[in-house]
């Protein structure tokens, strides 16, 4: 196998975000206090964000690059067990059943259905499969959609105070958009945030409850090849969101827990208890950095993290979504030196899962 480095998508994903004028009404609705994060003192340096950013913004832009050569597959970065791994798409994803086969309203799911089968709040399916937790930064409020209008940095990765949030993929339909992925999800959730915003025919020129797939990052539990479930996962507390080309997390803002970092993300068993666990960190990020509207329509919910239709921990084993994607799990990290596990110097360019 080649170094994976060198592995482009061969998907049609969109490489930018459609030119779609922002809809007033978001803008009138206060974006413009949230996209402008009240300035405080963070432990992370600007010089190493930058670098960070720049080295990741490289990386995810392979992913999302087309090329004719067959032979090169889509790739993103991803936890498992506090380790970063590396994640080979095998082929394009899945989205089964379609929309307008739930619960939801009927013709806001039918015009969804023009646009995207993938939806994200409801799916009790196959539980066969291993799941995928798609980790978003809804902390970082609107910018997770990518639109820098929206505060989103000129990449597709959102923003939180000023900081750029760095995610294994950007935003659907940006540059760093990853591979084999949707370009847009529909979700009951979408529709409550827009109408908290007093829209009600939706944005982008999209239909209603459709928007571009977040900003994301990949937690796994388990090493494993084919396919796999997809569980939504909204993260309210900036403090346990992991770094993707380090796993490590960084205190962002004050937290009531006596060590703020210590349910980081990059383990099942911490997102099992930041389910449960109640931290002022979510509402200081997301009411005294600026108004975010996510966090205000869902009723500011005091937990760490919020996996809509999952609210216990046994149910985190139920995919939310009806996404399904297909990638084998690597032992390496994919972000140069392109490191082994414990190994600072080898380089991966034979990776075997």
Same mark, same amino acid.
């Given at each position: 196998?080649?170094?994976? /480095?060198? @592995? ?16 007033? =009404?978001?803008?009138? !609705? ?10 405080? =003192? ?11 950013? +720049? ?10 690059? *087309? ?8 790739? *993103? /970065? ?24 739930? /619960? ?28 995928? @937790? ?80 977040? *900003? ?15 569980? %939504? ?21 004050? +937290? +009531? ?23 002022? !960190?979510?509402?200081? =990020?997301?009411?005294? @950095?600026? !108004? ?24 985190? %084993? ?16 994919? @972000? ?11 380089? %991966? ?5």
């Amino acid at each position: 196998m080649k170094n994976l /480095g060198h @592995y482009n998508n061969k998907s049609a994903i969109t490489k930018s975000l459609i030119a779609i004028p922002i809809v007033a =009404a978001i803008i009138l !609705a206060g974006v413009a206090g949230f996209g402008v994060y009240s300035s405080h =003192a963070q432990t992370q340096s600007s010089s190493s964000t930058t670098s960070s950013a +720049s080295t990741v913004t490289k990386t995810a832009t392979q992913t999302s690059s *087309s090329s004719n050569n067959d032979s090169e597959l889509p790739w *993103s /970065g991803g936890f498992l067990n506090g380790q970063v791994v590396t994640f080979v798409y095998t082929q394009n994803y899945t989205c089964n059943p379609g929309v307008i086969s739930f /619960g939801f309203n009927s013709t806001e799911a039918s015009n969804a259905q023009a646009v995207t089968n993938c939806e994200v709040g409801a799916f009790k399916g196959d539980t066969t499969l291993p799941n995928l @937790y798609i980790l978003v930064p809804a902390f970082a409020g609107l910018s997770i959609f990518g639109v820098p209008k929206l505060g989103a940095s000129s990449q597709g990765f959102p923003t939180f105070n000023n900081q750029t949030i760095l995610t294994d993929c950007g935003a659907g339909g940006t540059q760093t958009a990853c591979g084999d992925h949707p370009t847009y999800f529909y979700s009951p959730a979408f529709t409550t945030v827009e109408q908290y915003l007093g829209i009600t025919s939706g944005v982008f020129g999209l239909p209603e409850g459709v928007l571009p797939t977040p *900003s994301h990052s990949h937690l796994i539990n388990q090493s494993d090849t084919g396919g796999w479930n997809n569980v %939504a996962v909204l993260v309210f507390d900036p403090n346990i969101f992991p770094n993707p080309v380090t796993g490590q997390c960084t205190q962002m803002v004050p +937290s +009531s827990q006596a060590n703020a970092t210590a349910n980081c993300l990059n383990t099942y068993s911490a997102l099992q208890k930041a389910l449960t666990t109640n931290d002022s !960190a979510s509402d200081n =990020a997301n009411c005294n @950095y600026g !108004a975010n509207p996510i966090y205000e329509a869902l009723g500011q919910p005091p937990t760490q993290v919020v996996v809509p239709g999952d609210m216990t921990v046994p149910s985190l %084993a139920n995919p939310n979504t009806n996404l399904v994607l297909f990638f084998n799990v690597y032992n390496y990290n994919p @972000y140069p030196p392109f490191t082994n596990f414990g190994d600072t110097t080898s380089t %991966a360019t034979t990776p075997t899962p």
